[in-house]
């Protein structure tokens, strides 16, 4: 499973972004997919996760009514979708995939089997 992510850039505080995260295998089964973000100097943190069985999805409480995270199974593609961009939001962001039945809210990026190449977002005040 490879993982290609796009649509990053740099955008003024309050502007918008939508990354993008191509599967290159066509997923059959149950997956729990995810964006990570990881900013200079700080770990790597989870953004949302969604489950690909049911579009379930969930967020970290910082960027909860500001981003949504979505899966499209006919594209095999992985979005996040990311208004109201601050300063703060400035990382690099990664998707990351893992066969499961499960997608808790609580996944960390140990958890994660498949990863992205990651793609740089920066929010200028």
């Known amino acids: 499973v490879q993982l290609v992510e796009s649509g990053g850039g740099s955008v003024q505080a309050g502007g918008s972004l939508r990354l993008s995260c191509k599967v290159s295998?066509?997923?059959?089964?149950?997956?729990?997919m995810g964006w990570f973000r990881q900013a200079p100097g700080k770990e790597r943190e989870r953004v949302a996760s969604v489950y690909t069985f049911t579009g379930r999805a969930s967020y970290v409480d910082s960027v909860k009514g500001r981003f949504t995270i979505s899966w499209v199974n006919t594209e095999s593609t992985l979005y996040l979708q990311m208004n109201s961009l601050k300063p703060e939001h400035t990382a690099m962001y990664y998707c990351?995939?893992?066969?499961?039945?499960?997608?808790?809210?609580?996944?960390?990026?140990?958890?994660?089997?498949?990863w992205g190449q990651g793609t740089q977002v920066t929010v200028s005040s």
């Open positions: 295998t066509l997923i059959r089964s149950q997956y729990c």
């Open positions: 990351a995939a893992r066969p499961d039945v499960v997608c808790p809210s609580d996944a960390g990026p140990g958890t994660f089997n498949y």
